[in-house]
Nanobody, 125 residues
Framework: QVQLVESGGGLVQAGGSLRLSCAASGRTFSSYAMGWFRRKSEKEREFVAAIKWSGGSTLYADSVKGRFTISRDNSKNTVVLQMNSLKPEDTAVYYC??????????????????WGQGTQVTVSS
């Protein structure tokens, strides 16, 4: 049973930073890509960032490039999303996800089989 548990959300002023963490258990963490998605109020869940099993490749949504950084520590089974220069439009519930297949990196929701419960990020103007 795969479990993904996010932490680190909260309320921050525009221009500030937050660091989201996701702790994974249940599968060989180092074999799977990890992603972060977000869902804004009454909107579809959207891709934010993803990182390959090795950490050697990453993908970012255009809206967060240059502000967010995804990283992973395979020895600790964790993936981190460092969010800087936050904007009010970054307000959303952020979800951690693990890919369906090993060694595969994608920004498509359907490529991810397991999801965390989500953590709220609120950016005030």
């Amino acid at each position: 049973q795969v479990q993904l548990v996010e932490s680190g959300g909260g309320l921050v002023q525009a221009g500030g930073s937050l660091r989201l963490s996701c702790a994974a258990s249940g599968r060989t963490f180092s074999s799977y890509a990890m992603g972060w998605f977000r869902r804004k109020s009454e909107k579809e869940r959207e891709f934010v960032a993803a990182i390959k099993w090795s950490g050697g490749s990453t993908l970012y949504a255009d809206s967060v490039k240059g502000r967010f950084t995804i990283s992973r520590d395979n020895s600790k089974n964790t993936v981190v999303l460092q969010m800087n220069s936050l904007k009010p439009e970054d307000t959303a519930v952020y979800y951690c996800a693990q890919s369906r297949s090993p060694l595969f990196l994608s920004q498509a929701k359907d490529s991810y089989a397991y999801w965390g419960q989500g953590t709220q990020v609120t950016v005030s103007s």
